[in-house]
C-alpha cells in the first residue's frame, strides 16, 4: 500500500489544555494505516470488565468527551477515546480525497480490534454515530450498550434537511474554516482557553482536509458510499439488536436535534425516550456530566 502523506500537529500545541489531563495513546501499527499515528484517550482501569468506547465527530475530537469521561472512569469502568485520521492529536493525511466513508470506518474496526476491545458501551455523536452505528452488526456481542446523543444514521432515501445543507455550504466557502470560532458560536459559555483547545490540532489550512471532507461524504444521496451500509446497520438494529439503549438530545441542534434522534428512536428496539437537554446543541458533550452520571443510571452500572 502507498504511504500516505500526512501532517503532525505539533506537541506543543496541546500544552495545558482547559480541563483536559489526559495521557496522550498512540498506535501506529494499524493494518492499511501503516506510518499513521493516531491518538486515543485510554482512562480508568484497563481491566476494567466495561469499556466506553467515545467517538467525537466533525470538528472536534476526543478533547469533546472531557467532561463525560472522568464520571464513567469514576464509576470503575475503562474509557476509551479515539481521534479519527485528520482530527485532534491524530496524523492528517493532506489529501482530501484520503478521507472516505470506508477509510474512517475501517480505521474503527482496526483500531478495536488491535486493542482488543470488548464488552463496549457505544458513545457516540454526529459522525461517531454515522459510523459507530454500523459497527454492531460486524461486532456482534463485542458491542454491549449504546449511548447515542445528537447522531443519525443516513441512508439517503430523504432529502437532506435545510440545517445541513447550509452547513455543508459554509464549509465548502471556508475551507480554512476557523474551527474555534466556530464551536465558540455553537457552545453557549465556551471559555477562550476551551475554544483554543478545539482550535489546537489545526495549525493552518493544510491540517484541515479531514475537517473540510467529512461534511461532503455524508450518504445524502442512495448512491453515495456509505448509504447502503447505512441502512444494512439501520435494518439489523431495527432486527437484531437487543441490549441497552441510552439517549440523550440537545434540543437546540439544527441539524441533528430532536426530530433526527427521534426517527432513530424509532428504529431501535428498546430505546426509551430521551433525555432531552434544554440548553444544549450539536455539541451536548458540553453538558456531559449529568448525561453521563443518568446513562450509568439508567444502565445499572453507577
Not at 486515543?40 to 466506553?52: K, L, M, P, T
Not at 464520571?71 to 480525497?97: E, N, Q, T
Request: glycine share 10%; proline share 8%.
Amino acid at each position: 500500500m502507498a504511504t500516505i502523506e500526512a501532517l503532525r500537529t505539533p506537541e506543543e500545541r496541546f500544552t495545558d489544555l482547559e480541563g483536559y489531563d489526559f495521557t496522550p495513546n498512540y498506535v501506529e501499527d494499524l493494518p492499511g494505516y501503516e506510518g499513521l499515528r493516531l491518538h486515543y484517550i485510554d482512562a480508568g482501569d484497563d481491566h476494567a470488565q466495561e469499556v466506553f468506547l467515545c467517538l467525537h465527530g466533525e470538528p472536534s475530537w476526543s478533547y469533546l468527551y472531557r467532561k463525560m469521561g472522568p464520571i464513567f472512569s469514576a464509576a470503575g469502568h475503562r474509557v476509551v477515546a479515539p481521534d479519527f485520521f485528520g482530527f485532534g492529536r491524530s496524523d492528517k493525511p493532506v489529501s482530501d480525497a484520503t478521507y472516505t466513508f470506508d477509510f474512517h470506518r475501517r480505521s474503527l474496526l482496526a483500531f478495536i480490534e488491535r486493542l482488543q476491545l470488548t464488552n463496549l458501551t457505544l458513545v457516540v455523536q454526529d459522525w461517531g454515530g454515522i459510523l459507530g452505528l454500523t459497527l454492531p452488526m460486524q461486532l456482534g456481542e463485542r458491542v454491549s450498550r449504546l449511548l447515542l446523543m445528537n447522531t443519525g444514521l443516513p441512508t439517503g432515501e430523504g432529502p437532506p434537511s435545510d440545517g445541513f445543507i447550509a452547513w455543508r455550504d459554509h464549509c465548502r466557502a471556508h475551507p480554512d474554516l476557523d474551527v474555534g470560532a466556530l464551536m465558540a458560536r455553537s457552545i453557549e459559555g465556551l471559555g477562550e482557553r476551551e475554544r483554543a483547545a478545539y482550535d489546537a490540532p489545526f495549525p493552518d489550512a493544510r491540517y484541515k482536509a479531514g475537517v473540510r471532507r467529512f461534511p461532503e461524504i455524508v450518504p445524502i444521496t442512495p448512491i453515495m458510499s456509505g448509504a447502503e451500509l447505512c441502512k444494512r446497520a439501520q435494518g439489523w438494529l431495527a432486527t437484531h439488536w437487543r441490549g441497552p439503549v441510552f439517549m440523550a438530545v440537545g434540543m437546540k441542534d439544527p441539524v441533528l436535534g430532536p426530530a433526527v434522534m427521534e426517527q432513530l428512536r424509532r428504529g431501535i428496539p428498546g430505546c426509551p425516550p430521551p433525555l432531552e437537554v434544554p440548553d444544549g446543541g450539536h455539541f451536548v458533550q458540553e453538558h456531559g456530566e449529568g448525561i453521563a452520571r443518568a446513562a450509568l443510571e439508567a444502565f445499572g452500572l453507577d
